[in-house]
């Protein structure tokens, strides 16, 4: 699979998208040529909080004798993965309805 792809690389990734994305937030609303850039550092957040999920859960799994000692360490990873994922939903619901295409629900 992704060797690569490690947990602190997703936190360090999804960490600098959502402040970037926090950063970017206010001036949605002035400047609408922010929402799609927004709407990606939103979702590359929210990517990497649940890559994060996937990866904890597949180390627990793997390496259940050592898990034990590392108990506080994965569960700050699953609090951090948590925020990502639900900072990426609270800002990507805010900024859905200015989308150019977005026909509301109902509006047939």
């Known amino acids: 699979m992704l060797r690569w792809w490690t947990i602190k690389r997703a936190t360090g990734i999804g960490v600098t998208a959502a402040v970037a994305a926090l950063i970017f937030w206010p001036l949605h609303e002035s400047w609408t040529y922010l929402v799609w850039p927004q709407l990606l550092l939103a979702g590359l957040a929210g990517l990497s909080g649940v890559s994060i999920i996937f990866i904890t859960l597949g180390d627990l799994?793997?390496?259940?004798?050592?898990?034990?000692?590392?108990?506080?360490?994965?569960?700050?990873?699953?609090?951090?993965?948590?925020?990502?994922?639900?900072?990426?939903?609270?800002?990507?619901?805010?900024?859905?309805g200015q989308l150019p295409a977005h026909v509301p629900a109902g509006d047939d």
């Open 61 to 96: 799994r793997l390496n259940r004798h050592r898990s034990s000692r590392l108990r506080p360490l994965r569960i700050f990873d699953l609090a951090v993965a948590t925020l990502l994922i639900a900072l990426a939903y609270v800002q990507m619901d805010s900024l859905w």
